[in-house]
């Protein structure tokens, strides 16, 4: 079954980095678009970039663009979200996405917290 574990959040500075990584299994990586998203307290989730199976990067938020990379590693069916510039914001749980057929599979999410 499609499995997709994210990892590397954590507590940070404002204007600190994070790189968070998603590890997926269950479905064949290199033939699928992959998103991360991020849902505030109190908000709802938010698409913050996606990547296509090629490589190409789409979707970033308006609030992240310049700041977030999204990336993939299709030989470790791996994809990441470089983070830099944080700002308090971007405080949020952090999910790697990949839909197939109309069904949204999710991972745990991994907790980002930008604080002073």
């Known amino acids: 079954q499609v499995q997709l574990m994210e990892s590397g959040g954590g507590l940070v500075q404002p204007g600190g980095s994070l790189r968070l990584s998603c590890a997926t299994s269950?479905?064949?990586?290199?033939?699928?678009?992959m998103r991360w998203y991020r849902q505030a307290p109190g908000k709802e989730r938010e698409l913050v970039a996606t990547?296509?199976?090629?490589?190409?990067?789409?979707n970033y938020a308006d609030s992240v663009k310049g700041r977030f990379t999204i990336s993939r590693d299709n030989r470790k069916n791996m994809v990441y979200l470089q983070m830099n510039g944080l700002k308090p914001e971007d405080t949020a749980v952090y999910y790697c996405?990949?839909?197939?057929?109309?069904?949204?599979?999710w991972g745990q999410g991994t907790q980002v917290t930008v604080s002073s």
């Open positions: 269950g479905f064949t990586f290199s033939s699928y678009a």
């Open positions: 990547i296509t199976s090629a490589g190409i990067r789409l």
């Open positions: 996405n990949v839909e197939d057929r109309g069904v949204r599979y």
